[in-house]
């Protein structure tokens, strides 16, 4: 059983960069394809971005593509969600995932079967 948890949340000005990480145990996480999700408030929880198990193939939402980077270090069981040129939109709690299935990646909840609790991004003016 994979435990994820996520870390370097916090409160930024509009603009500004925040890296998250999301380290796993219980597992090798070099098996397992990876995402981040996000969920403002009164909203549902949406895509941010995928990465393959060894991380050659990345995808992501249109809303942060070109500002945001996921990455992994499969030797320190970590990934990383390196975010740039954050917006007031970007606020939400994100949570990273680990899938058991055998694709590439996956783009939505039900590709994922482990998740971290999450940790709260807020972006200001």
């Known amino acids: 059983q994979v435990q994820l948890v996520e870390s370097g949340g916090g409160l930024v000005q509009a603009g500004g960069s925040l890296l998250l990480s999301c380290s796993a145990s219980g597992g090798a996480i070099s098996e397992y394809p990876m995402g981040w999700f996000r969920q403002a408030p009164g909203k549902e929880r949406e895509y941010v971005a995928a990465?393959?198990?060894?991380?050659?193939?990345?995808d992501y939402a249109d809303s942060v593509k070109g500002r945001f980077t996921i990455s992994r270090d499969n030797d320190e069981y970590t990934a990383y969600l390196q975010m740039n040129s954050l917006k007031l939109e970007d606020t939400a709690v994100y949570y990273c995932a680990a899938s058991r299935g055998v694709g590439l990646y996956y783009v939505t909840e039900a590709g994922y079967q482990y998740w971290g609790r999450g940790t709260q991004v807020t972006v200001s003016l």
């Open positions: 990465i393959s198990k060894r991380g050659a193939s990345t």
